[in-house]
DNA sequence: ATAAATTTGTTATATTATAACAATGCGTAA
DNA sequence: TTACGCATTGTTATAATATAACAAATTTAT
C-alpha cells in the first residue's frame, strides 16, 4: 500500500496542536503530559506522531534542546533544509526562511564534490530584547 | 583562581586520546565503557571531560547523533562555528572546514538583523562511497 | 468474509544526561 | 606550618530522552 501523506490521525492533531499553540519549542515528554487527558499515555504514542509531523515537514526537531517547533513556513515542503536562531538567554527558538540561505545551503558542495540532499543549520545567539 | 585554559587533566587526555583514535563519531556511553580500564568509572566523568573538551574545540558533538568526534582543525579555536557533512547510509562524519562558508555563516544577518556567535550546520548525504 | 498488512496502544527497557553530595587536592592567609 | 576556603574529581542515585517488543484494533486486499 501507498503511504497516506495528507491525513493526519487523532494523534498527530492533538500533538500538532499543542505545538503549533505553543510560544516556545516543547519537549516530548512535555507534550505527553499535557495530552495525557486526550487518551494519548504513553511515550511511543508521542514519538510516533512527532516522526510523522516530522516527515510532513509539520514540525522540526531543535537537535540542540531536543525540542519540537511548529514549522512557519506555510508547511515547509522543505523539511529537509532548516535553519533555526536561538537566543542562548532567553531560548527564544525562530525558524529562518532566507531563500539566499538556504539557496546558498541547498548548492553548497564540499571538497570532495559530496552533494546533500538535506541539512540543519542552528545559529544561537542573543536576541534583540536579551541583547538591551 | 582563574581558570587554566590549556592544561588538559587525566580524564580529559584519556577520554580526548580515544576519541582521536576512533574513526566514527563516539557515543558518551561507549566511551565510558571503553576507558573503565584506566579508572573513568561513571558518567560524570565522562561528561564533564566532553563538556571541557568541547569548551577548548578539542572535540564537537553532533547533535542529531549524540555523538562525538575529535576536531581535526588542527584544535578548532572556532569551535563556535561548526560544519559537519554526514552520511544517511554508513554514518559517516566530517568535519567541513570551508573557509568560504564559514565566512558566509560568521557575517549572515537575518532579517531581524540579528547576529549570531555561534552556529552548528550538518549536511546530511551519502557520501562517495555510499553513492556507488 | 477472511486473511494479510498496517497502524495504534501498552508494557517494558534502553540510552543519554545531570543532580547531589562526598572525598580529594590545592592555594593562601594567619 | 596549619587550617580554611575553593575548585576539581569521584560516586551514587536518578532524571530525561527515546525505542524495542508485542498485543489489540483498524484498514486493505483477496
Ligand atoms: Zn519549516
Ligand atoms: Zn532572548
Ligand atoms: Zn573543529
Ligand atoms: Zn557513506
Known amino acids: 500500500m501507498t503511504q497516506k501523506i495528507d491525513f493526519l490521525s487523532k494523534n498527530q492533531q492533538i500533538v ?17 503530559f499535557s495530552v495525557q487527558k486526550r487518551g494519548i499515555k ?11 509531523l516530522i516527515k510532513l515537514g509539520k514540525i522540526h526537531k531543535i537537535e540542540s534542546k531536543n525540542a519540537f517547533v511548529a514549522c512557519k ?18 531560548e527564544m527558538v525562530t525558524e529562518i526562511s532566507n531563500p539566499k540561505l538556504s539557496k546558498y545551503l541547498a ?5 570532495t564534490g559530496m552533494r546533500y540532499n538535506k541539512y540543519n543549520l542552528e545559529f544561537f545567539g542573543l536576541c534583540k530584547k536579551c541583547k538591551k
Open 73 to 90: 513556513n506555510d508547511s515547509c515542503t522543505i523539511s529537509n533544509a532548516t535553519a533555526f536562531s536561538i537566543c542562548d538567554s532567553c
Open 42 to 52: 504513553a511515550p511511543p504514542q508521542v514519538y510516533r506522531a512527532l516522526d510523522r
Open 16 to 32: 500538532l496542536e499543542i505545538i503549533e499553540k505553543a510560544k516556545e519549542p516543547l519537549k516530548a515528554y512535555s507534550i505527553l
Open 107 to 111: 548548492n553548497f558542495q564540499d571538497e
